[in-house]
């Protein structure tokens, strides 16, 4: 998703395609999707974080609700963030979801309790 938005963002900065409106939905949808971090295999589960990729989603809403017109400069400010989004996501962050470091933390306690393959010889 987030190399899709990238691209399409490099698409429109180029002049391939022109700034219309199914483009801008499109590169809306992309950063979006990127910015929610969905798992498709764990029930849809969204996990939204505070990132480049949030804000390649924030300027991707404002090209299209035309708070800010689609100049040049917005387009390369919107070919900056989405290359940062899609490459380096977690320059900046702000991560919200900590229920994988509590699940990585009791996994870890139960295999040290639990383990029977201890380092210790029995007595």
């Known amino acids: 998703m987030r190399l899709g938005a990238f691209i399409v963002a490099l698409l429109l900065?180029?002049?391939?395609?022109?700034?219309?409106?199914?483009?801008?939905?499109?590169?809306?949808?992309?950063?979006?999707?990127?910015?929610?971090?969905?798992?498709?295999?764990?029930?849809?589960?969204?996990?939204?974080?505070?990132?480049?990729r949030l804000a390649s989603f924030v300027l991707a809403v404002l090209l299209l609700a035309g708070t800010v017109d689609a100049t040049r400069d917005w387009l390369i400010a919107m070919a900056a963030v989405s290359g940062v989004a899609a490459f380096f996501p977690r320059m900046f962050s702000i991560d919200l979801d900590r229920r994988d470091d509590r699940r990585h933390r009791w996994r870890e306690r139960w295999h040290r309790e639990w383990n029977w393959d201890f380092d210790e010889p029995w007595s």
């Open 13 to 52: 900065l180029a002049g391939s395609v022109d700034p219309t409106r199914g483009w801008l939905i499109a590169l809306v949808v992309l950063s979006g999707f990127a910015a929610l971090r969905p798992r498709f295999g764990a029930s849809l589960r969204v996990r939204p974080v505070i990132d480049a």
